[in-house]
Nanobody, 119 residues
Framework: QVQLVESGGGLVQAGGSLRLSCAAS????????MGWFRQAPGKERVFVAG????????AYSDSVKGRFTISRDNGKNMVYLQMNSLKTEDTAVYYC????????????WGQGTQVTVSS
């Protein structure tokens, strides 16, 4: 079983940057693909970005492509989401997840971290 803990959320102005981190634990963690999802108030949780076990392959939603970058450091048991050129519509709770490949399905989740982008 994989345990995931997100950090790095906060309040930022539109156009700014944040980096989210996800600390993973579990004996076979590095074999999992990892992803970031987000859920805005009153909306469903949606896929943001995913990365395969080695870090060689990534996937992004159209809404963040070119602005967000997912990466992982298997040696440190960490996954990151670098978010640049943030928009107010990026405001959401962001969740880290583990799954079978970067496109899913995902079956282990963190508790989430709030990102708020002000205008």
């Amino acid at each position: 079983q994989v345990q995931l803990v997100e950090s790095g959320g906060g309040l930022v102005q539109a156009g700014g940057s944040l980096r989210l981190s996800c600390a993973a634990s579990g004996r076979t963690w590095s074999r999992y693909a990892m992803g970031w999802f987000r859920q805005a108030p009153g909306k469903e949780r949606v896929f943001v970005a995913g990365i395969n076990w080695s870090g060689a392959n990534t996937a992004y939603s159209d809404s963040v492509k070119g602005r967000f970058t997912i990466s992982r450091d298997n040696g440190k048991n960490m996954v990151y989401l670098q978010m640049n050129s943030l928009k107010t519509e990026d405001t959401a709770v962001y969740y880290c997840a583990a799954g079978s490949n970067q496109y899913g399905p995902y079956n282990a989740w963190g508790q989430g971290t709030q990102v708020t982008v002000s205008s």
